[in-house]
Structure formats: structure tokens, C-alpha cells
């Protein structure tokens, strides 16, 4: 049972990437799910979430219209695209579930982690 997050990379200050999260040994359907990202001397911040049921999404307000949150139940993965990317948006990124059918924005909520994807913005 596990989530496997894939897609950082580097790019350039306005670039794109698409971070993918697959889950292996349980099914996502009515898991709530939600990206997370970390930088060097901070917390742990919500980036993005959707819910466990009605595919409702939420955004931090630092992402709000560049990001978009999705998922694919047939595929087993959640997706977070990631466009007009930012200095600031350099973090690892990590995917989060939880079997609930509401958006969950804080950490200590979530139950089961990804093990994490760097993502480089600079130029």
C-alpha cells in the first residue's frame, strides 16, 4: 500500500510541470487527496486538495490559478499541473490520502504520503 510521486523536475520561471501520484495496493476512489510541498526550513504547506467524493477542489492562495488539481480513479492517480511556475514554487511536493469524502487542507489529517518529488524553479 503505497503512493508514488513522480513528475519534478527543473525548469525555468514561467515553465510548466505536471506531478503525478499513483497509488499501489488500494483503490483512490473516495480517498481525498492533496498535494503538499516543503522547502528547506519550513513547514509543510497545503498546496492543493479534491475531495473524496463530488471531485471538489481547493487551492492555497500562492497557486490559485496557475495550479489545477485532477484525478483519474481508472488510472489510480491524482495529477497536480503546474503552470507559470515560480522561484518561489521550489519544494519537494508531496501527495497525501485519506479515505474521507471531504477536502482535507491540513497535514496531520491525511494518513498516507507519497515519498516526495523535487521541483527546481530558476533560471
Known amino acids: 500500500v503505497q503512493l508514488q510521486a513522480s513528475g519534478g523536475g527543473s525548469v525555468q520561471p514561467g515553465g510548466s510541470l505536471r506531478l503525478s501520484c499513483a497509488a499501489s495496493?488500494?483503490?483512490?476512489?473516495?480517498?481525498?487527496l492533496g498535494w503538499f510541498r516543503q522547502s528547506p526550513g519550513k513547514e509543510r504547506e497545503f498546496v492543493s486538495a479534491i475531495s473524496g467524493s463530488r471531485d471538489i477542489t481547493k487551492y492555497a492562495d500562492s497557486v490559485k490559478g496557475r495550479f489545477t488539481i485532477s484525478r483519474d480513479n481508472a488510472k489510480n492517480t491524482v495529477f497536480l499541473q503546474m503552470n507559470s511556475l515560480k522561484p518561489e514554487d521550489t519544494a519537494v511536493y508531496y501527495c497525501?490520502?485519506?479515505?474521507?469524502?471531504?477536502?482535507?487542507?491540513?497535514?496531520?489529517?491525511?494518513?498516507?504520503w507519497g515519498q516526495g518529488t523535487l521541483v527546481t524553479v530558476s533560471s
Open positions: 497525501a490520502a485519506k479515505f474521507t469524502s471531504s477536502q482535507r487542507v491540513i497535514p496531520s489529517d491525511y494518513n498516507k
Open positions: 495496493g488500494f483503490s483512490l476512489d473516495l480517498y481525498a
